[in-house]
């Protein structure tokens, strides 16, 4: 299933109030589908991909803060029914267009986070996409996720036949999962929550090139970084700071 389809808006419920200091102090926000803040170097996504699986619920990203590769940001949300699904992947995507991997020798990024909320069910992770082409619409032949924390149950494409390795990046330790979408899907999940990241993103995309066999010939279509609810409530995401830069 993509993530990134549009499904139109069809719950009655009202967005959540802006309760947070930060929230009222935000330089813009989004509460639907299909709009984005775009600032120098991320496009902001609200990306309410799965909210027609939820029987209720909204959900409102505020953009904080953005300097070149730098952004924070906050994202409040209430989801209840469908409860194996995701309803949203509210993230930002560094806006640099694809990279062949071959060609990336560093995607330095650094990652400080919190969550609030009651009965939370969600991930907090980045997600990239690799396709053998370059254009950034093209195909996906891959998903690379990478989770700094599972709320509440939450698990990865590929959780049912267990992890196929183990492996030590940026000084954690992360279980790699493989399962099928409309393409393959790799997950690094944290064997602990990791609330402030500091690493080097290129180093899980080179363990995938050097173990799994992924060609270092495909290319970087897009890198977001955000969090994948699927139920909860008066839950609220924020972000203080995020940045990443890709190094070629």
Not at 56 to 76: A, V
Not at 94 to 116: D, E, F, H, M
Not at 125 to 141: I, K
Not at 173 to 196: C, H, R
Request: aromatic share 14%; with cysteine; glycine share 8%.
């Amino acid at each position: 299933m993509n993530r990134y389809l549009s499904i139109p808006l069809c719950l009655a419920s009202a967005v959540p109030a802006l309760a947070a200091l930060g929230a009222r102090d935000a330089i813009a926000s989004i509460c639907t589908q299909n709009n984005i803040i775009t600032t120098s170097d991320f496009i902001l996504y609200n990306n309410l991909w799965g909210e027609d699986y939820a029987t209720s619920g909204s959900e409102c990203t505020y953009l904080d803060y953005d300097s070149g590769n730098s952004i924070s940001w906050q994202t409040s949300w209430t989801w209840a029914g469908g409860a194996d699904y995701v309803k949203s992947y509210p993230n930002a995507v560094l806006n640099v267009g694809a990279k062949q991997l071959s060609t990336i020798t560093s995607i330095p990024s650094t990652w400080g986070w919190s969550y609030t909320g009651t009965d939370l069910v969600a991930d907090v992770s980045y997600d990239a996409f690799f396709s053998s082409s370059d254009s950034t619409t093209a195909a996906h032949d891959y998903e690379v996720m990478i989770w700094l924390a599972a709320y509440g149950g939450i698990a990865p494409i590929g959780n049912e036949d267990g992890p196929i390795a183990s492996a030590t990046i940026a000084g954690y330790t992360w279980d790699l999962y493989e399962g099928p979408n409309d393409w393959t899907v790799y997950s690094f999940v944290a064997t602990e929550t990791i609330t402030d990241f500091d690493g080097d993103i290129m180093e899980f995309f080179t363990y995938l090139i050097d173990n799994e066999g992924v060609p270092d010939t495909y290319y970087l279509q897009t890198l977001g970084a955000g969090t994948e609810p699927k139920t909860g409530s008066d839950a609220w995401f924020t972000v203080a700071p995020y940045t990443i830069s890709i190094n070629a």
